[in-house]
């Protein structure tokens, strides 16, 4: 079934094996113009940017999932299903739940928990914790190594409300749940693997912390995390 609703490329060789998925359209397109060579786009529907180039004469691609589990969860089920993607890595922003997350850290999800409802309206799944692939996730942890960059390697959450009216919340979830960040899309896009016996991981920057009320602007979330960035393009094919 290609095209699909929301990805239009009618080409399945056009997307790589490996594909990196910040939420934000305009870091893929950074991400694209910065890091790729030979860079085709292959989607642009509801403004949801999509692009395949090489990464040191490698193949790789970039895709906007959007926000949300719900968004993530459609882009990530097409690419796995349809176009014959294995593995998704998704490279996001997050906020600290303790001090020790400073901003710019970059952090390893090893597992994710959440309250959500998706992977049990999805496939009757009813667990609150998910894995990401520990053979991606070794790989990550490889590279970080090599390329010096210091990484988290932690449980975080993933939560479908930005604004909670409790806000101290996050408190409770650290301290029953073990989770130091929160982000809104990885346990969906886990799941979606899970399911369609594929593989996906999630490297995440911290952009603000709950904790010390430090945050990052708009711009320098579109276009500063690049550490993330290089770890997750050494994944190219």
């Known amino acids: 079934m290609i095209p699909t609703p929301h990805i239009e490329t009618t080409e399945k060789g056009i997307?790589?094996?490996t594909v990196l998925m910040p939420g934000d359209p305009l870091r893929a397109k950074f991400i694209a113009?910065?890091?790729l060579e030979d860079v085709v786009q292959f989607n642009s529907v509801r403004n949801v940017l999509g692009y395949t180039g090489t990464y040191k004469g490698r193949k790789i691609s970039v895709m906007a999932s959007g926000m949300g589990m719900p968004s993530i969860g459609i882009y990530s089920f097409e690419l796995y299903k349809f176009y014959?993607?294995?593995?998704?890595?998704?490279i996001g922003s997050c906020g600290g739940y303790t001090p020790d997350m400073k901003l710019y850290d970059v952090i390893l999800a090893k597992d994710v928990w959440s309250e959500s409802s998706f992977?049990?309206?999805q496939s009757g799944y009813d667990q609150e914790v998910i894995e990401g692939s520990a053979e991606l996730n070794n790989q990550l942890i490889e590279i970080a190594k090599t390329l010096e960059i210091p990484m988290h390697i932690e449980r975080i959450h993933s939560s479908d409300v930005f604004y909670r009216e409790n806000f101290d919340e996050y408190k409770a979830i650290y301290e029953n749940h073990g989770c130091v960040a929160v982000e809104m899309e990885a346990f969906a896009l886990?799941?979606?693997a899970n399911v369609l016996g594929k593989k996906a991981a999630c490297l995440l920057t911290v952009s603000d912390n709950l904790v010390t009320h430090?945050?990052?602007t708009s711009d320098e979330r579109q276009l500063a995390f690049t550490n993330m960035m290089k770890i997750a393009l050494e994944l190219a094919e």
């Open 15 to 17: 997307i790589a094996k």
């Open 33 to 35: 113009e910065t890091f």
């Open 84 to 90: 014959d993607v294995e593995n998704i890595i998704r």
């Open 190 to 192: 886990f799941h979606n």
């Open 119 to 121: 992977a049990k309206v």
């Open 214 to 216: 430090e945050l990052t």
